[in-house]
Every structure is written in structure tokens, then in C-alpha cells.
T-cell receptor, first 112, second 113 residues
Framework: KQEVTQIPAALSVPEGENLVLNCSFT??????LQWFRQDPGKGLTSLLL?????REQTSGRLNASLDKSSGRSTLYIAASQPGDSATYLC???????????FGAGTQVVVTP | EAGVTQFPSHSVIEKGQTVTLRCDPI?????LYWYRRVMGKEIKFLLH????????ESGMPNNRFLAERTGGTYSTLKVQPAELEDSGVYFC???????????FGPGTRLTVL
């Protein structure tokens, strides 16, 4: 049974520091992995999708890596800003139809 | 392009009552998913439609939950009768193809008293 874990549950950094968010999963048989951002009271916004055959994906200040064999993904956010404050969720796609299994999320606060 | 919309944004009902949640996916997205986050837990999959057909409803908690997607457009999720443990945030998501990026709606917060 697939389990997705995100550590730490919460993180506070000063503005300008790089953010490193971790996600681990127990079953390497995934189709892809997605990172989402959730702002309070809002839905989830997809940040990056990494296919199972890829090692990393980049978008602006965001970079996500995937090591399927070890069941790990890391989301890096460079030069954090207060607007990056949100909850970041990792989810793995566990079947070809797109069924997602989520981690509990990491709540990030970037202080000015 | 309009995003995924959900209605209502918040619903407060008493135990035993019925509630119907609605989701309008992005136009042209054949795949529609329902997920739920119960307080303190991870977001969990409920079911998946491809057009009007239920592809996977393995996450539906019990037969008090009924989902429909008539005509392959919007979807409804009915809870009848509601129980206290049904409280949570219900999210809808859509994608053009299975396995593609899923676009989420803002969610419906359901509170059962």
C-alpha cells in the first residue's frame, strides 16, 4: 500500500533563503509525481509535474527532483519571498487514470 | 479559460440531512475527480469519472455517497443522510487525459452538526 510522507510538517524561513521541501513514498511504481501549492481557503495549484522517467523538472525559481528507486522527491524554491508562504503538497499518481495519493503537506512561512 | 468551479463554497447541515455538492470542470476535460480532506488527515481520493462513466469509485466511503456526471459535463456529489464524520473539505479536479496535470477547484467545506 502506497504511503506518502512529507517532512517537515511546518517550516519557517527568512526571506531570501532557499526552501527545501521533502516528499517520500513507499512504492516506486508511480506514474508521476506532482507538487501543489495551497493557500488558505483556496484550492490546490499545480506547481510541477515530474513523469516517472524524469529526474527533475524546473519552472522559474522552482526545481523538483525525483529519485524513484529511493522513493524521494525534493522541491527547491530559490530565494524565497513572503508570497511563497503556503502549504505545499506532494502527490503521486498511482494508476494510469490519474488517481492521486497525497502527503499531508508542509506549511511554509517566509518572514520578511 | 475558466477554472474548475465548485458550489457551494461552504455548507452547514445537521446530521441526517442531505447535501449536494456541485463541480463544474474545465471545458473539454473528460476526466473529473473528487477528493476529500477530513480534519487533520491527508487529501484522499473518492472517485473518478471519464466523461459520464465512473472509472473508479474505490474511495467512496459508503453507500450514503452518490456521485453523478450526467452528460459528461458537471458532476454532483450527494451525501444522504449526512453523518458527523462526513465533515471536511471536498475538492473536485479535472484533467484532459488521465495522468495529466489535475486542476483543482477551491473546494466545498462541509460541516455536519
Amino acid at each position: 500500500k502506497q504511503e506518502v510522507t512529507q517532512i517537515p510538517a511546518a517550516l519557517s524561513v527568512p526571506e531570501g533563503e532557499n526552501l527545501v521541501l521533502n516528499c517520500s513514498f513507499t512504492d516506486s511504481a508511480i506514474y508521476n509525481l506532482q507538487w501543489f501549492r495551497q493557500d488558505p481557503g483556496k484550492g490546490l495549484t499545480s506547481l510541477l509535474l515530474i513523469q516517472s522517467s524524469q529526474r527533475e523538472q524546473t519552472s522559474g525559481r522552482l526545481n523538483a527532483s525525483l529519485d524513484k528507486s529511493s522513493g524521494r522527491s525534493t522541491l527547491y524554491i530559490a530565494a524565497s519571498q513572503p508570497g511563497d508562504s503556503a502549504t505545499y503538497l506532494c502527490a503521486v499518481t498511482i494508476d494510469s487514470w490519474g488517481k492521486l495519493q497525497f502527503g499531508a503537506g508542509t506549511q511554509v512561512v517566509v518572514t520578511p | 479559460e475558466a477554472g474548475v468551479t465548485q458550489f457551494p463554497s461552504h455548507s452547514v447541515i445537521e446530521k441526517g440531512q442531505t447535501v449536494t455538492l456541485r463541480c463544474d470542470p474545465i471545458s473539454g476535460h473528460d476526466n473529473l475527480y473528487w477528493y476529500r480532506r477530513v480534519m487533520g488527515k491527508e487529501i484522499k481520493f473518492l472517485l473518478h469519472f471519464v466523461k459520464e462513466s465512473k472509472q473508479d469509485e474505490s474511495g467512496m466511503p459508503n453507500n450514503r455517497f452518490l456521485a453523478e456526471r450526467t452528460g459528461g459535463t458537471y458532476s454532483t456529489l450527494k451525501v444522504q443522510p449526512a453523518e458527523l464524520e462526513d465533515s471536511g473539505v471536498y475538492f473536485c479536479a479535472s484533467s484532459r487525459q488521465g495522468g495529466d496535470t489535475q486542476y483543482f477547484g477551491p473546494g466545498t467545506r462541509l460541516t455536519v452538526l
